[in-house]
């Protein structure tokens, strides 16, 4: 992190910034705006937030995601503890635990796949006609 101090998404905005941006780049935050239904002033606040701090800022679409993938990741975690319990208890490693099991294993692998995925779109989120400086 650049900063001792991270980078707030909420609060009261009191600080303004003028910039100027040539005419394609100003078409390009224009284009990226009606693609994403976000403003471009909260689109520069996200591209700041993620330049100074290094990390993905996600949209509210992808919070939602993420909470959802959370979720799945909770749930996991609760049949681990059931199949762990279930061992603890010295009953043994049936069919239908082992079926559980490599359940719980496609379960971690596709919530992973989908966390990458949702990182590396935001990352490579760009005007499509448009590369990155």
């Not at 100003?26 to 993620?50: F, N």
């Not at 996991?76 to 208890?89: D, V």
């Amino acid at each position: 992190m650049l900063t001792d101090t991270p980078v707030r998404r909420r609060g009261k905005r009191s600080e303004t910034l003028q910039l100027r941006l040539t005419m394609d780049e100003h078409a390009a935050l224009h284009v990226l705006a009606d693609h994403t239904g976000i403003r471009g002033s909260r689109l520069a606040r996200k591209a700041i937030r993620e330049l100074v701090t290094g990390g993905v800022d996600l949209l509210d679409r992808e919070q939602q995601a993420v909470l959802e993938l959370a979720r799945q990741i909770r749930l996991t975690g609760i049949n681990l503890n059931q199949i762990a319990r279930q061992l603890n208890r010295g009953d043994s490693a049936s069919r239908s635990l082992a079926k559980t099991i490599e359940a719980l294993r496609v379960s971690l692998s596709e919530s992973e796949f989908t966390w990458r995925r949702m990182v590396a779109a935001a990352r490579a989120r760009t005007v499509p006609e448009h590369g990155r400086d």
